[in-house]
């Protein structure tokens, strides 16, 4: 793994678009046409269709809302500081904890008796209650709006 790529391009799509969307005042919404737009002005490569599936994941998660008609668009879930990244990544990247890591099938044929994994699950653990400490509200503080 390279620094810089631990987070997934569908995880950071993701903060990033709640991050835009929280920028907003209340009750003003965010059309997915001006996150694609603020999202390209980051990187002029971001695909629209991509984005799309993961606002529609996220809507689905509930993080985001989606307000149906000619005005609609998006708007936060719930409050910035009740959504954090560990939200983000347990919906955007099927966080499972109970999992053993060390095997392909779906039960862990040593549960219980392999040291590794207990410490690998304690380090998952560990992992995401970090994450659970950074909510969108803090990060969209340092969110550039200029498109």
Same mark, same amino acid.
């Given at each position: ?25 209340? !009750?003003? %919404? ?10 390209? &002005? @980051?990187?002029? #490569? =971001? +695909? ?12 689905? !998660?509930? %993080? ?10 998006? &708007? @936060?879930?719930? #409050? =910035? +500081? ?66």
């Amino acid at each position: 793994m390279a620094i810089g790529q631990f987070f997934s391009q569908r995880f950071s799509y993701g903060v990033h678009a709640l991050a835009y969307v929280a920028t907003k005042p209340a !009750g003003e %919404l965010t059309t997915l046409p001006e996150l694609a737009e603020w999202t390209r &002005s @980051l990187w002029p #490569a =971001a +695909s629209e269709t991509y984005l799309s599936n993961i606002v529609q994941q996220m809507t689905r !998660g509930r %993080l985001l809302r989606s307000h149906r008609g000619v005005a609609g668009g998006y &708007s @936060l879930g719930r #409050a =910035a +500081s009740a959504i954090t990244l560990r939200d983000v990544v347990e919906l955007l990247e099927g966080v499972d904890t109970g999992r053993c890591s060390l095997s392909l099938e779906d039960k862990c044929p040593v549960v219980g008796r392999c040291a590794i994994q207990r410490k690998l699950s304690r380090l998952e653990e560990d992992y995401l209650k970090s994450l659970a400490g950074v909510t969108i509200a803090e990060l969209s503080k340092a969110v550039v709006v200029k498109i």
